[in-house]
């Protein structure tokens, strides 16, 4: 077009400068007009081609606006006619499905699409041109050996057309799932807090009334010798168990603020191991309990970590097994590896359900929350035990089998 504006500028100014010549040798007035009128047409002329130049440049200008929303859009757009042909087709390079327009267009959907999506879309085509209303629909796909969650939008364009705009919502229905998993876990874990809030009164009044209603007996002079040891004794019991709670809960105050210290140093594991064993013999006799223990056999073996805290969690899991075992067997052993000390405890006790097996460790949580149950505790011993093997370097895991007993397996590092 250029070219062609050229051309004619250059033969409309030859002919003008003729005639200028021509003006001049004859001084013809017929001629002067004519080459008045030529130059008013070479105007227009140009005022047109500048109209043009004007016109085109918008037009191309509008095209790359709207191209370059089109790239912005990060929906799929197709434009099907009414025998389910695609006559269109949009897609942003960056998107999950991305194809090149070719595999799309002139094409029959059935012979591009899945066939359960090539048939609702034709019977959303179909629907859209009868009734001349948004149609909407949701369908998934799969992709990169995910599934894809895609939500379409059928829009009329006239008797023989339709738009549909497809958008990718996978990370949106990903996210709302999530926010609906941990609404129903913060849900449950407020339930467990009440819970445990209610298990607290009964575990810390039930000391407290045994600390008090003795203290009171043992100061009665009309009670024999023998019986005020036996309440005495019952005091010291009590008050144990109501310490073992308040300390439980200061650990687990401690691990969920951070400000829990480990300590670590050179100890020996058997001096951790005989006061274990020594504590909890007394135990099994008292309740005619089996307790079976294999120390470690050989040289004198010292690691690195916290006794303290090692003791603690030793102490909370043997604590549960005879808690929960009322008849039968506790073992305990201990082992070494090069890089690790593991011990073992198991028990014959409840044991504990498959589906529990790693909500155990979680806070608050027991396999029954009543107060009225028929085991005590806090809820917090096996959490706590979780959180010190972790902060120790170590791990916690355990086999159990209902009604047949339950293996703890606590690995520490040397």
């Given at each position: ?17 003729l ?8 001084h013809s007035?017929?001629i002067?007009?004519q080459l008045?009128?030529?130059q008013?047409k070479?105007?227009?002329i140009?005022e047109?081609?500048q109209e ?12 790359n ?13 197709f434009?099907?006619n009414?025998?389910n042909?695609i ?9 999950r499905l991305?194809?090149e327009?070719?595999?799309f267009?002139?094409?029959?959907v ?6 359960n999506?090539?048939m609702?879309?034709?019977e959303?085509?179909?629907s859209?041109?009868?009734?001349k209303r948004v149609?909407?629909?949701?369908y ?9 969650t895609?939500d379409?939008?059928?829009v ?14 996978t990370?949106?229905?990903k996210?709302i ?23 607290m009164?009964?575990?810390i009044r039930t ?7 003795f ?9 024999s ?7 005495a ?24 603020s ?8 050179e ?11 020594m504590?909890y013999?007394?135990?099994a006799?008292?309740k005619?309990?089996?307790?079976n223990?294999n120390?470690?056999i050989?040289s ?12 603690q ?9 005879f ?7 506790i073992?305990?052993d201990?082992?070494?590896?090069d890089?690790?000390?593991?011990f073992?405890?198991?028990d ?12 155990i ?9 009543t107060?009225s149950?028929?085991?005590g ?8 035990s979780?959180?010190?093997t972790?902060m120790l370097?170590?791990t916690i ?9 339950t293996t ?6 040397k």
């Amino acid at each position: 077009m250029k070219r062609h504006s050229e051309r004619n500028n250059s033969i409309t100014n030859k002919i003008i400068e003729l005639g200028e010549k021509s003006i001049h040798k004859s001084h013809s007035p017929l001629i002067q007009q004519q080459l008045e009128e030529l130059q008013e047409k070479q105007k227009e002329i140009e005022e047109k081609n500048q109209e043009y130049i004007t016109l085109h440049k918008q037009a191309t200008n509008s095209i790359n606006q709207k191209d370059a929303i089109l790239r912005a859009i990060p929906d799929l757009m197709f434009t099907f006619n009414k025998d389910n042909t695609i006559i269109d087709y949009h897609a942003n390079y960056n998107q999950r499905l991305y194809v090149e327009p070719g595999m799309f267009l002139n094409k029959k959907v059935r012979e591009v699409l899945p066939k359960n999506i090539a048939m609702l879309t034709e019977e959303k085509i179909k629907s859209v041109l009868k009734n001349k209303r948004v149609e909407e629909y949701t369908y998934q796909l799969t992709c990169d050996k995910q599934t894809c969650t895609f939500d379409a939008r059928m829009v009329f364009i006239d008797e023989n057309t339709t738009l549909a705009i497809v958008r990718d919502i996978t990370d949106q229905q990903k996210m709302i799932e999530e926010l609906q998993a941990a609404k129903i876990k913060a849900e449950e874990s407020d339930k467990l807090k009440s819970a445990f809030l209610a298990n607290m009164s009964h575990e810390i009044r039930t000391p407290m009334n045994g600390i008090i209603g003795f203290s009171e007996l043992y100061t009665d002079p009309t009670f024999s010798e023998d019986e005020r040891k036996k309440f005495a004794k019952t005091v010291v019991n009590s008050s144990r168990q109501l310490l073992s709670i308040v300390n439980d809960i200061l650990d687990f105050s401690r691990i969920e603020s951070g400000t829990m210290v480990i300590r670590l140093q050179e100890i020996e594991i058997s001096n951790i191991v005989d006061e274990l064993l020594m504590i909890y013999a007394k135990e099994a006799k008292e309740k005619s309990l089996t307790f079976n223990y294999n120390p470690l056999i050989g040289s004198i073996l010292t690691i690195n970590t916290d006794p303290v805290k090692l003791r603690q969690v030793l102490n909370n899991i043997l604590c549960n097994a005879f808690k929960f075992t009322k008849q039968g067997s506790i073992s305990f052993d201990v082992k070494a590896t090069d890089d690790f000390v593991i011990f073992s405890i198991a028990d014959t006790g409840v044991g504990i359900p498959t589906h529990m097996h790693e909500r155990i460790f979680e806070r608050f949580v027991q396999l029954d929350l009543t107060t009225s149950r028929q085991y005590g505790g806090t809820g917090l011993g096996l959490s706590i035990s979780k959180k010190l093997t972790e902060m120790l370097g170590g791990t916690i895991s355990l086999e159990s089998t209902p009604g047949k007993g339950t293996t703890f397996y606590i690995q520490i590092p040397k």
